[in-house]
């Protein structure tokens, strides 16, 4: 678990540091209203009327104390929080940026930032400053509780703390019930996703009512799992309640008997009861606390080391003739070591336009998304020409996608993505992809949204081939461009894709002999084989 405390309070430390010392004076609550009461009740028994007036004061002068205490700890702990939610939250985001693990979702990444992030705020930040402040305030109490009376004192303490023991034995039990809450978290977001996102489509095909059963049968499932989590939570905390009230009333016993034998006045009596339980029940509360730090260590470690099964693929880059861009020996594409293509062998040249086009689910998408190492290849090598070597690897690649993604943002932006790039430059790739019509200030600045972006699929797919005009990429792939494309401007697109200043791998399912014969190579795929037509 400490290993954790690094990756989460990184470089914030010394905040770390100044908001646990707050705690440390924090803990003198612990003695101020026991002390001050034992010694008003001694007063008042002896008649000594005035002196109480002055005790009356100073236990509101050090009341007053512990509230500046604990408005710095507040204060503290919530910057520090705003800093630790900064840092982490934006590193799992980069991590998904930077992931080549492609079994991970994105519900998996929100639900990590969201719900798993806000429980471990909850749950193992702000215990953490709890759990001090209890071993603060147990400590200082103990330590004045023997400067009153040893034995009396001791008994409270030994009889209160018996029942710490049982945290640690229902540990294991509690880890349990927060992993079976997480798992059933991360299918009803998925779920629920699903269902954000389809719902119009369901409406469109009366499909409703089954996405409800099934949202709420996921649904059902969490929250049952985070009931039983509580519970078990609950049933631990009742066993440790039961013994130590137990044990508070033995030592009030033993108590009572050595005022009676006059070893002990009243006052100090009801001081060691009230300072006893505030050792005892911090120091218990410090126990469970710890329970519940280490019942987070699931969420921590699917957190912090949510990238472990990246797959260990990294495109190769070697010496290869000039000409050539790419070469496939022996690869076989699919999934779960189940090939959809076998044994592919291919040579791709500089500036090659090769069309794919083969019955659909063969395999085709599967191929290019394994070319680049989107998805993990099972067996076989791709070499890339070492004259095309980029820093970062994905940055050879262009993708035209089956179903394009547009960020909430203006058009501008969606063109783009933030680089500057001349904006005539942006308005001719407009014009080149037959979007005229959106070549001007007004359309390039207006905010597309992304669940109703206001563009059609065609013009959606044009959009993404004006970007990839503009970003010149070595090696453009492109997933169907051309489909849901009347004929004029599915020409026109493949005679820009064929004008292309790179080479291109075209998946394409509607295309006339004419657009055919402007191809350098055509591949298909039929029982599991990639060959050249
Ligand atoms: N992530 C995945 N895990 C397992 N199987 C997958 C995955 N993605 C796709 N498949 C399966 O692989 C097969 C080939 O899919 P792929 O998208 O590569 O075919 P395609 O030839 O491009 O089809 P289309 O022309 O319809 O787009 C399909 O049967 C599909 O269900």
Redo the contacts with the bound molecule.
Sequence with gaps: MSKYIDKIFGKHKLLLVFTILSTFFLGFDGLVSPHFLGKFTDAMTVGAFQSTYKILIYWLLALFALIVFQTTHKYLAQKLIQLVNLDVKSEIALSSLLSTN?KKSSSEYLSIITSEFNKIEEKFIRNIFVMFLCIFQGSITFIYLMTINVKVGLVFVILGILPAVVPRLTSNWVKKGTKDWQKTNTVYLSSLEDFLKGRKLMLRFKAENFLMNKLNEKLGNNEKSYFNMELIQTIANAIVSILYIGGLIASLMIGIKEVVNGNLTTGQLITIYMAGDRVVSPLISAVSIYNVLQSTEPILEKIFNHDEQIHPYKLEFSSLDNNTDIVVQGLNV???NAP?VENINLQIFKDEKILIS??????????I?TLMLD?PPISGNIIINERLKQSNPQELFGIVE?TPYIFNDTLLFNLTFGHSINKSLVLNSLKQVGLAKFANDEQLYRVLNKDNNQLSGGELKRIEIARAILFQKPILLI??ALSGLDKDNANRLNQLIINYPGTVLD?E?HYSDEMKERYDQILS?ENKTLFSK
């Design positions: 492609i699919g999934y779960n959809l083969a019955a659909s689910g063969s395999g085709k998408s599967s191929f998304r998805i089956q997933d169907e998946i399912h795929i």
